[in-house]
């Protein structure tokens, strides 16, 4: 075994295991995930009638718990990265690379004239990487696919004791949320009213919470908006002592609980930045402003995607909380009681194909991360696979993001010779 990584041998020939972090699986009381056996050759082409892709509930194994997690992986050959990526041809993790093939023609017909950065791993493996007027190792702001990152960092506060729980309300946690009178918020008509004291901390990860939109009541609203979730940053920095609304500039912010939480558990060096969209001169923002972006190289984007793909784990060290990150990718419950069907595809600070309402011919259990330009991590967690693009911008990625569904079936078009390359 090469020093630095944790790495688990093929060691069963007989039957395809892999790990799986739906919810409806079998859970551990120590582990996030459940050992499911699966017939070896028995996956389907991944299509939307396909009854093994759409809900199958195989019986779970014994659950997986932490001191006996990498004696169950021996029989995946699953490796996580320390320092750097270990290179595999698409045959040593069973892809096959003549669909690859396929899938690259379909990116550069789909983007012909836009750069874009790939990369694709599988086992823990980087398998291909492509690459077109984009260094690799060049750091690239990610936009709102940190939004996933903040939903893990909600997770950790509240199993850390720094939170009781995400349905506490924001306001117990950054008061100054409720002062910003009419005329000195985002925009026009933009204001803290009485009804935003009842918005909670999952509200505000889930895109529901209503904040500075009069008229829309906590939890019955899908509106997605940057003010939440820098509302919810506050709240996170606030328990850490990271926050001061006097002095926003010069505060700690949350960037460096990112990098300590998360980005040097799993071998990442993320960069961070904060700031504040343009408002008004006299704009509160330091109330709803001043959020975090983070800029990763293509391979340490791929390193978000592979975390997740393994319920949160990186190794043996369980990074962020399995029940949270299970509910975190499954369409929020807000939604599913309030919106349209064909805006069932967002959870906790994920984009969902729960419902099949991004990709429809591709596995239910499919979930990303997603910001504007183009910035995904996309987790097929059933086959050991995540898909970073860092970025590949598709046409149709304008607002209403709500209901945005163009850049989604495009970019199927691409992911599913990916996902049917697995042999």
Request: with cysteine; aromatic share 10%.
């Amino acid at each position: 075994m090469a020093r630095g990584r944790s790495v688990v041998r093929n060691c069963d020939a007989s039957a395809l295991i892999f790990i799986s972090m739906d919810p409806g699986y079998g859970r551990g009381e120590n582990g996030p995930v459940s050992i499911v056996r699966v017939a070896p050759r028995c996956r389907q082409r991944p299509t939307k009638q396909s009854t093994f892709w759409r809900r199958r509930k195989p019986q779970p194994a014994d659950a997986v718990d932490g001191s006996t997690l990498a004696s169950y992986l021996c029989c995946m050959n699953i490796t996580f990265p320390a320092h750097a990526w270990e290179m595999a041809a698409p045959e040593q993790v069973g892809m096959n690379p003549a669909k690859l093939v396929v899938a690259r023609q379909r990116l550069d017909t789909l983007v012909p004239d836009k750069p874009y950065r790939v990369a694709i791993v599988r086992d823990g493996y980087l398998v291909v990487e492509w690459l077109r007027d984009l260094a690799a190792d060049d750091p690239i702001h990610i936009a709102s696919a940190m939004k996933s990152v903040l939903s893990n960092m909600l997770g950790i506060a509240v199993a850390e004791g720094r939170i009781g729980g995400a349905d506490e309300g924001a306001v117990e946690h950054f008061p100054e949320m409720m002062d910003v009178p009419p005329g000195r918020g985002p925009k026009e008509a933009r204001y803290a009213f009485d009804t935003n004291q009842g918005a909670t901390l999952r509200h505000l990860i889930c895109n529901v919470s209503g904040y500075l939109k009069p008229g829309e009541e906590p939890g019955k609203v899908f509106n997605y908006q940057t003010t939440g979730m820098c509302l919810l940053t506050h709240c996170i920095e606030r328990t850490y002592g990271r926050y001061d609304v006097e002095d926003p500039e010069g505060s700690a912010k949350i960037g460096g609980l990112f990098k300590e939480k998360i980005a040097d558990r799993i071998g990442a060096t993320w960069s961070y930045s904060a700031g504040s969209q343009p408002t008004a001169p006299d704009a509160r923002v330091e109330v709803f402003g001043w959020g975090t972006s983070i800029a990763t190289t293509l391979r340490d984007h791929a390193r978000m995607g592979w975390l997740w793909c393994n319920g949160g784990r990186w190794g043996t060290e369980q990074v962020v909380p399995k029940d949270w990150l299970q509910q975190s990718v499954c369409a929020n419950r807000f939604i599913r009681e309030h919106c349209d069907e064909l805006m069932w595809r967002y959870g906790h600070g994920f984009w969902a194909n729960e419902f099949s309402q991004l990709w429809p011919d591709l596995p239910t259990e499919v979930f990303t991360s997603w910001g504007a330009g183009g910035n995904y991590a996309i987790c097929f967690p059933s086959q050991r696979l995540t898909i970073a693009m860092n970025p590949v911008n598709f046409d149709g990625q304008t607002q209403p993001y709500e209901t945005m569904t163009d850049a989604w079936r495009l970019q199927q078009q691409v992911l599913a010779p990916i996902l049917d390359s697995i042999e």
